[in-house]
Nanobody
């Protein structure tokens, strides 16, 4: 059973910063990629940022230059440093991990952590 434990959400003023963490517990799967998605009220879930096992990153245009994704492979943990936060960044942020075993890729989601940016 793979578990994703998220932390770091909360309430912050516009212009402030938050750091999200997501730790994946797995001893039998190979982690291929980790990422963060977000879902604002009334909207579909969208990608915020991802990072591959090789360190390649992808960002949504709306967060480029403000958010930084990183990972600690030894700890199976992914981080999202969010700076210059805007009210439109308010959403539930979900950690996603792509894991592989035996040629099959599995996708796992965290429970979500609320980020609220006050204007």
């Amino acid at each position: 059973q793979v578990q994703l434990v998220e932390s770091g959400g909360g309430l912050v003023q516009a212009g402030g910063s938050l750091r999200l963490s997501c730790a994946a517990s797995s001893t039998i799967f190979t982690i291929n990629a980790m990422g963060w998605y977000r879902q604002a009220p009334g909207k579909q879930r969208e990608l915020a940022a991802t990072i591959t096992s090789g360190g390649s990153t992808t960002y949504a245009d709306s967060v480029k230059g403000r958010f930084t994704i990183s990972r600690d492979s030894a700890k199976n943990t992914v981080y999202l440093q969010m700076n210059s936060l805007k009210p439109e960044d308010t959403a539930v942020y979900y950690c996603n991990v792509l894991m592989g075993r035996g040629g099959v890729t599995y996708s796992y989601w965290g429970q979500g952590t609320q980020v609220t940016v006050a204007s």
